[in-house]
């Protein structure tokens, strides 16, 4: 069998419509990036945004601590990424915080790191879904010289 031969007996990838034209969908290309951008995604837990903001906020402040209180989370309130394990998750969000904290005097490398990955946190609960809803009432109150008065001229 020639190489000429070899590629004539392949079979076209399912998802091209013109079957001379070999390259991948543009959609399936656009996974496959999105699967190796997101492979930094499943060491990081999901968390209810209020927590996301505080460990962001504590991250900015102390660098490395949200990280390291955010692997405890793992434990209580936070998601674990599908086909991962918590107990791996714990030990890397431990050691990186730890290896931010450590890497502060490098150049502030690691403060850099540590804001980056707090901003990482709130993005993940922003995408997941698992936004808290606030409530906003308000309450409207008239003076007490008015009550008085319709109360007052109700009798009348």
Same mark, same amino acid.
């Given at each position: 069998?020639?190489?000429?031969?070899?590629?004539?007996?392949?079979?076209?990838?399912?998802?091209?419509?013109?079957?001379? *034209?070999? =390259?991948?969908?543009?959609?399936?290309?656009?996974?496959?990036?999105?699967?190796?951008? *997101?492979? /930094? *995604?499943? &060491?990081?837990?999901? #968390?209810?945004?209020?927590?996301?903001?505080?460990? @962001?906020? %504590?991250? @900015?402040?102390?660098?490395?601590?949200? $990280?390291?209180?955010?692997?405890? $989370?793992?434990?209580?309130?936070?998601?674990?990424?599908?086909?991962? *394990?918590? @107990?791996?998750?714990? @030990?890397?969000?431990?050691?990186?915080?730890? +290896?931010?904290?450590?890497?502060?005097? %490098?150049?502030?490398?690691?403060?850099?790191? &540590?804001?980056?990955?707090?901003? =990482?946190?709130?993005?993940?609960?922003?995408? &997941?879904?698992?936004?808290?809803? #606030?409530? %906003?009432?308000?309450? $409207? /109150? #008239?003076?007490?010289?008015? +009550? =008085?008065? /319709?109360? %007052?001229? &109700?009798?009348?």
């Amino acid at each position: 069998m020639t190489s000429q031969e070899s590629c004539e007996s392949e079979k076209p990838h399912p998802l091209v419509q013109n079957q001379s *034209d070999t =390259r991948l969908p543009l959609q399936e290309v656009i996974l496959e990036e999105r699967k190796m951008t *997101d492979s /930094t *995604d499943a &060491s990081i837990p999901v #968390l209810p945004m209020g927590v996301a903001i505080s460990l @962001c906020v %504590v991250n @900015c402040l102390f660098p490395g601590l949200g $990280t390291i209180i955010a692997s405890f $989370t793992i434990f209580c309130c936070a998601i674990v990424p599908e086909g991962h *394990d918590k @107990c791996n998750v714990f @030990c890397i969000n431990f050691l990186i915080g730890w +290896a931010q904290l450590i890497t502060v005097p %490098v150049l502030l490398a690691g403060w850099i790191w &540590s804001i980056a990955w707090g901003v =990482r946190f709130v993005s993940i609960a922003a995408k &997941s879904g698992n936004v808290e809803e #606030l409530v %906003v009432t308000s309450v $409207t /109150t #008239l003076p007490s010289t008015n +009550a =008085r008065q /319709t109360s %007052v001229a &109700s009798k009348n």
